[in-house]
């Protein structure tokens, strides 16, 4: 392949990637609002999330990555759940005093 052959091929190359692009633009736009309103209609099935944002962002990464096949749809349906179950447990643990630990007075003993 001579440099100008290569130089040809890259250029065209170039023109291809960049007149893909808005295609490119669009679908991640499409995507990204279909994702905000199947968000929206999360929240709005299942309010007792909205103070656990924190819970349903990380339970629906983990169903995600478990699931990287499935739709977004249908990953939030597997979640729901698992965030359920999630919120459960966390409200019953109280972080204002540790429960279960020895005490650390030694009364002079070691």
């Keep these: 392949m001579t440099p100008s052959e290569r130089e040809q091929l890259i250029e065209e190359t170039i ?7 808005p295609e ?17 209609e999360f929240y709005q099935k299942h309010p007792e999330f909205l ?3 924190d819970v349903v962002v990380s339970v629906v990464e ?3 990555g478990l699931n990287p096949l499935k739709t977004y749809q249908e990953i939030l349906d597997l979640a729901v759940p698992r965030i ?6 966390k409200s019953g643990l109280s972080l204002d005093k540790p429960v ?4 650390l007075q030694t ?3 070691l």
Excluded: C, Y
């Excluded at 490119?24 to 929206?40: C, E, F, P, S, W």
């Design 51 to 53: 103070s656990h944002k």
């Design 84 to 89: 359920q179950e999630t919120i459960r447990v």
């Design 24 to 40: 490119v633009v669009g679908n991640l736009m499409g995507d990204h609002a279909l994702n905000l309103k199947l968000n929206k």
């Design 15 to 21: 023109e291809r990637l960049l007149l893909r692009l």
């Design 100 to 103: 279960g630990f020895p005490s």
């Design 107 to 109: 009364n002079g003993e």
């Design 62 to 64: 983990q169903v995600e």
